[in-house]
């Protein structure tokens, strides 16, 4: 059974750093791969980042050059380093599996996610 679990939200100003963790159990993120999805209110949920068993990535516009995604295939987890935080990168986060690309959905596994508040 595929289990994942966030961790690393919370309130940040505006300008600051966070670091999110996905710990993956039951799935090898080095074959199948690791997504990063957010969702603010009245919003749909939107990918922030993926990395796919190439080692492919991708980021979304609105966070290229702020956001770092990375893979550690011993610990089977996946961060995501977050920069330059803005009040628009408030969502709750999640992880998901399995990733290949930004154009294919989805996949089947969530974690429960992870609030972030950027606020002053």
């Known amino acids: 059974q595929v289990q994942l679990v966030e961790s690393g939200g919370g309130l940040v100003q505006p300008g600051g750093s966070l670091r999110l963790s996905c710990d993956a159990s039951g799935s090898t993120i080095s074959i199948n791969g690791m997504g990063w999805y957010r969702q603010a209110p009245g919003n749909q949920r939107e990918l922030v980042a993926g990395i796919n068993r190439g080692g492919r990535i991708y980021y979304a516009d609105s966070v290229k050059g702020r956001f770092t995604i990375s893979r550690d295939n011993a610990k089977n987890t996946v961060d995501l380093q977050m920069t330059s935080l803005k009040p628009e990168d408030t969502a709750v986060y999640y992880c998901?599996?399995?990733?290949?690309?930004?154009?294919?959905?989805?996949?089947?596994?969530w974690g429960q996610g992870t609030q972030v508040t950027v606020s002053s």
């Open positions: 998901n599996t399995p990733f290949y690309n930004e154009y294919v959905a989805a996949g089947n596994y």
